[in-house]
């Protein structure tokens, strides 16, 4: 299991496709940023996809509170910003200049921020299920909601966050598809548990407490975008 060390001192966790042994400076690098709850795992199809490591260096990063990742939790609300930084301090650590990125839900918005702070180091955007620029009033209420509920367990005797939250999760991220079954086994690995009510909060002030980008932040992105959405997207239909 690679961990890269940033300037800051913190420790990353990072994969690179189980047939790659290490990065190929022949080639150029796409960084894969997985969504909220889950790890770099859950984009294994593309970081070992045959196909696409002829052309690039696949990489993916475990990035904050999640995985295997070594950031201490703090009881701040979650700082897009600063996790952006810190993954571009990861590609520094990782002696990477400039690079592809393919970002999926919150790992579209960190490909957003970082294309604000780095726009010469970022060659693309690869953005997929990506949230709008802001959140609605109706979201937002439910996100706060959400989080209340997530204060109790599951009371089943576990660790578990309430069978409810569990259900609005696999709606969330599934909808009617069959791999909704693959959220409640993603979710006993993940940080997201009744007692780490830290992480609840960081994790849910991600949705409500949610930080718009500016004008001029927009205007500073000037590598090519990709935006791929889903047509059953439940929380943030096409129509919208």
Not at 45 to 67: I, M, T, Y
Request: charged share 20%; net charge negative.
């Amino acid at each position: 299991m690679p961990y890269i060390k940033t300037s800051d001192d913190l420790t990353f966790h990072y994969a690179l496709p189980s047939f790659q042994a290490s990065i190929d400076p022949q080639k150029p690098t796409m960084l894969l940023l997985h969504p909220r709850i889950f790890d770099l795992h859950v984009l294994d199809p593309q970081l070992n996809c045959e196909r696409l490591s002829k052309g690039f260096n696949l990489l993916a990063v475990d990035h904050h509170w999640h995985g295997l990742t070594k950031v201490p939790m703090d009881s701040d609300l979650y700082d897009f910003k600063r996790v952006a930084k810190d993954l571009l301090a990861v590609m520094d650590a990782l002696k990477i200049a400039q690079f592809h990125l393919f970002g999926v839900q919150v790992g579209a918005i960190l490909g957003l921020r970082m294309a604000t702070m780095a726009p010469n180091r970022i060659l693309s955007l690869l953005l997929c299920s990506t949230p709008p620029p802001q959140e609605s009033p109706q979201n937002v209420q439910t996100y706060r909601a959400m989080r209340e509920v997530c204060r109790d367990s599951a009371g089943d005797g576990t660790d578990s966050i309430p069978q409810e939250i569990v259900n609005a999760g696999k709606w969330i991220y599934f909808g009617s598809h069959k791999d909704a079954e693959l959220f409640p086994i993603w979710l006993k690995t993940s940080n997201l548990k009744a007692s780490n009510q830290e992480y609840v909060e960081k994790f849910f002030s991600s949705l409500y407490a949610r930080e718009p980008m500016s004008d001029a932040e927009w205007a500073s992105i000037t590598c090519p975008v990709l935006l791929m959405h889903g047509d059953d997207d439940r929380v943030y239909p096409l129509d919208d």
